[in-house]
């Protein structure tokens, strides 16, 4: 009994992986064509939902969605760091991969600061 819950659990990891694979492809192949669209669905807070949805599915708890929504609600302000970030250091010709870097570090940065300051006005995440 115990190796069948096992493979069906296993199965059901492969699926969500796959499935959220899939989404990540068809993202990257749809900006190949055209940015704009590319852009609208990269915006779509497409893994927010899927992990919502995975977490609802395991557990049936509410109080863990809600949980996890007001956290990614308050987490998405500074990763927007990064947006604003990286186009402006490659247009003073930085390498992209510097560029990335450092546009990573920026958004760790303000992860810290935001997680910091909702702690301190005893926002708990």
Excluded at 68 to 91: D, E, T, Y
Excluded at 92 to 108: A, W
Aim: charged residues 10%; hydrophobic residues 60%; neutral net charge.
């Amino acid at each position: 009994m115990a190796l069948t819950n096992s493979r069906q659990t296993m199965a059901y990891y492969i699926v969500k992986v796959v499935i959220s694979a899939i989404l990540i492809v068809i993202i990257s192949e749809i900006s190949k064509r055209s940015s704009l669209v590319g852009a609208i669905l990269a915006s779509v807070p497409l893994v927010s939902v899927l992990a919502m949805v995975w977490l609802y599915i395991d557990t049936r708890d509410i109080d863990r969605i809600t949980g996890l929504a007001s956290g990614i609600f308050w987490l998405v302000l500074p990763s927007l760091a990064l947006f604003i970030s990286l186009p402006l250091l490659l247009k003073q010709g930085i390498n992209f991969y510097l560029s990335m870097t450092l546009s990573i570090l920026i958004t760790i940065v303000c992860y810290w600061l935001m997680i910091t300051i909702l702690d301190q006005v005893g926002i708990e995440l």
